[in-house]
């Protein structure tokens, strides 16, 4: 699949990919993006999200394009113009620049996924009732959407979905010099959990500022004491545990907040849950 970017609009393979404009937009005052947020519609499909961006009963919100869960592509707002996507935010950049209301600054891709579940006797489900198999368990680093201690549910972003918004988010590098890539509940934390645990913002980064560091055993980390180590929901003590992790447990590191860091445990070489963890005590 060959992605790029002409004139604002995004082409596949040499075809320009469906729109469904939304009114919802407007001009970016001059600002040239160098960021790209990514969100999760919290929806069934990126149909149905389009239609949602352009609905009069929308109160004012969309993105530049959506992916679907089988990496189709739709567009609802040229890169030439400001989407909705941000609302009430803060980011400081990483060039300093302390930045207010991301919609000026950024551009937005939409991935089509429930976000977090809601358990049931049969399974977890979305909140609409949809099943789903092999969900993510893993506690959001900003604390849960039901404000609940603990690992919950989280749809996971199939390979397809993954592969197409690697390669829309090069094209957008490409076409805009973007250098920064958040997700929206890092420049919103009180109020947003996309996209989610189940994203690998960190691989995502890699490949596609191409600093591709995914299969690196350096950027692994190991538990190196006997009596094992607490994973907290938050970055310090006062935050409850949410298990103990054995002598040797491997850790893949997201962020740092001081002598704490937000780890992905990793089992079989998979992402297994998330959480912080003291940086004295891994190597």
Same mark, same amino acid.
């Given at each position: 699949?060959?992605?790029?970017?002409?004139?604002?609009?995004?082409? #596949?393979?040499?075809? &320009?990919? +469906?729109?469904?404009?939304?009114?919802?937009?407007?001009?970016?005052?001059?600002?040239?993006?160098? !960021?790209?947020?990514?969100?999760?519609?919290?929806?069934?499909?990126?149909?149905?999200?389009?239609?949602?961006?352009?609905?009069?009963?929308? +109160?004012?919100?969309?993105?530049?394009?959506? !992916?679907?869960?089988?990496?189709?592509? !739709?567009?609802?707002?040229?890169?030439?113009?400001?989407?909705?996507?941000?609302?009430?935010?803060?980011?400081?950049?990483?060039?300093?620049?302390?930045?207010?209301?991301?919609?000026?600054?950024?551009?937005?891709?939409?991935?089509?996924?429930?976000?977090?579940?809601? #358990?049931?006797?049969?399974?977890?489900?979305?909140?609409?009732?949809?099943?789903? &198999?092999?969900?993510?368990? &893993?506690?959001? #680093?900003?604390?849960?959407?039901?404000?609940? +201690?603990?690992?919950?549910?989280?749809?996971?972003? +199939?390979?397809?979905? !993954?592969?197409? &918004?690697?390669?829309?988010?090069?094209?957008?590098?490409?076409?805009?010099?973007?250098?920064?890539?958040?997700?929206?509940?890092?420049?919103?934390?009180?109020?947003?959990?996309?996209?989610?645990?189940?994203?690998?913002?960190?691989?995502?980064?890699?490949?596609?500022?191409?600093?591709?560091?995914?299969?690196?055993?350096?950027?692994?980390?190991?538990?190196?004491?006997?009596?094992?180590?607490?994973?907290?929901?938050?970055?310090?003590?006062?935050?409850?545990?949410?298990?103990?992790?054995?002598?040797?447990?491997?850790?893949?590191?997201?962020?740092?907040?001081?002598?704490?860091?937000?780890?992905?445990?990793? #089992?079989?070489?998979?992402?297994?849950?998330?959480?912080?963890?003291?940086?004295?005590?891994?190597?």
């Amino acid at each position: 699949m060959a992605v790029s970017i002409s004139r604002g609009m995004v082409r #596949k393979d040499g075809r &320009a990919v +469906p729109v469904v404009p939304s009114p919802y937009k407007s001009s970016f005052d001059g600002n040239q993006p160098k !960021i790209l947020v990514m969100h999760f519609t919290y929806g069934s499909s990126a149909a149905s999200s389009a239609e949602w961006f352009r609905s009069k009963q929308n +109160p004012g919100s969309s993105a530049h394009v959506v !992916i679907d869960r089988d990496g189709s592509i !739709i567009q609802c707002v040229s890169f030439e113009e400001c989407a909705w996507h941000a609302g009430a935010s803060s980011w400081r950049d990483r060039h300093g620049n302390r930045l207010e209301g991301l919609n000026r600054h950024s551009f937005g891709i939409e991935l089509s996924n429930w976000g977090y579940l809601q #358990k049931s006797a049969s399974g977890w489900r979305s909140y609409t009732g949809a099943p789903i &198999a092999d969900p993510v368990l &893993a506690q959001h #680093k900003n604390g849960n959407p039901d404000e609940t +201690p603990g690992l919950i549910g989280w749809e996971p972003y +199939p390979a397809e979905q !993954i592969d197409a &918004a690697v390669e829309v988010a090069r094209a957008i590098v490409d076409a805009y010099g973007v250098d920064e890539i958040v997700g929206h509940d890092d420049i919103a934390p009180t109020r947003k959990w996309d996209p989610g645990p189940a994203f690998d913002m960190q691989k995502f980064r890699a490949q596609v500022l191409g600093d591709d560091r995914s299969s690196n055993d350096s950027d692994t980390l190991s538990v190196i004491v006997d009596e094992g180590l607490n994973l907290r929901s938050g970055p310090s003590t006062e935050f409850p545990t949410v298990s103990l992790l054995a002598r040797g447990t491997l850790l893949q590191p997201l962020e740092r907040r001081g002598r704490w860091l937000l780890v992905s445990v990793m #089992k079989n070489g998979v992402p297994f849950s998330t959480g912080w963890v003291h940086g004295a005590y891994v190597a």
